[in-house]
Nanobody, 121 residues
Framework: QGQLVESGGALVEAGGSLRLSCAAPGSIFHSYGLGWFRQAPGKEREFVAAINWIGTTITYADSVKGRFTISKDNTKNTVYLQMNGLKPDDTAVYYC??????????????WGQGTRVTVSS
């Protein structure tokens, strides 16, 4: 099925913005929901946002609602996570995943390697 490849992670100051990208193989992009998860140092992985395969259902974690936006470009097989108003608590490795489109990480069989986001205070 190939790999999901994330990019866009960086060091940014609190209040700043970043856009993460995830390029997915067509077989995954057009058949599965796509989600973003994150894992902060010393913490368990947590759900961030997801979009179903057709793009009609979008879900966000309460902690990022109003600040983060997930979207997908069907011509580029790419899903994005626009992150605005970043906080130090957003510091984590962000993972893109292909699966059900739900907030449950165990419903995603395909994962990328992650991209690191560090938010300085």
């Amino acid at each position: 099925q190939g790999q999901l490849v994330e990019s866009g992670g960086a060091l940014v100051e609190a209040g700043g913005s970043l856009r993460l990208s995830c390029a997915a193989p067509g077989s995954i992009f057009h058949s599965y929901g796509l989600g973003w998860f994150r894992q902060a140092p010393g913490k368990e992985r947590e759900f961030v946002a997801a979009i179903n395969w057709i793009g009609t259902t979008i879900t966000y974690a309460d902690s990022v609602k109003g600040r983060f936006t997930i979207s997908k470009d069907n011509t580029k097989n790419t899903v994005y996570l626009q992150m605005n108003g970043l906080k130090p608590d957003d510091t984590a490795v962000y993972y893109c995943a292909g699966g059900s489109g739900s907030p449950r990480g165990d419903e995603y069989p395909y994962w990328g390697q992650g991209t690191r986001v560090t938010v300085s205070s």
